[in-house]
């Protein structure tokens, strides 16, 4: 076997991103795969994008819960404690905002990476 063929097949045994194959995107993803997560092989990259959508989705279920928490009437009996629990659901809109924003990015990172 010549040795150019040798190194293609070295190559194509290496572990690729699992990305494209396991999720709604547009192709496969051509990086090694390196982070084993949910059981699937991924880049640094899509790692990376994949803990900060799970990231977005507790923060809004926080955001959630808490305004339920902050509606109910009941719990306006002790104002300083409702205050205290509006002003850390800002902080927590402010988290999804900013975890928003760095999801953003990332995907439009992503985007001027293909060619």
Same mark, same amino acid.
């Given at each position: 076997?010549?040795?150019?063929?040798?190194?293609?097949?070295?190559?194509?045994?290496?572990?690729?991103?699992?990305?494209?194959?396991?999720? /709604?995107? =547009?192709? $496969?993803?051509?990086? *090694? %795969?390196? &982070?084993?997560?949910?059981?699937?092989? #991924?880049?640094? +990259?899509?790692?990376?994008?994949?803990? /900060?959508? =799970?990231? $977005?989705?507790?923060? *809004? %279920?926080? &955001?959630?819960?808490?305004?339920?928490? #902050?509606?109910? +009437?009941?719990?306006?009996?002790?104002? /300083?404690?409702?205050?205290?629990?509006?002003?850390?659901?800002?902080?927590?809109?402010?988290?999804?905002?900013?975890?928003?924003?760095?999801?953003?990015?990332?995907?439009?990172?992503?985007?001027?990476?293909?060619?």
């Amino acid at each position: 076997m010549p040795p150019n063929e040798a190194n293609v097949q070295s190559a194509d045994q290496q572990p690729r991103c699992e990305f494209g194959k396991t999720f /709604l995107t =547009v192709g $496969e993803c051509p990086r *090694l %795969g390196e &982070v084993q997560l949910d059981g699937s092989l #991924l880049c640094v +990259p899509h790692a990376e994008l994949l803990r /900060l959508k =799970v990231r $977005e989705g507790t923060l *809004l %279920g926080t &955001v959630f819960e808490m305004d339920k928490w #902050l509606d109910n +009437p009941n719990n306006r009996a002790d104002q /300083l404690y409702w205050q205290r629990m509006l002003r850390q659901r800002d902080e927590t809109v402010e988290q999804l905002r900013f975890n928003r924003r760095l999801v953003e990015a990332h995907t439009q990172w992503e985007r001027d990476q293909q060619p």
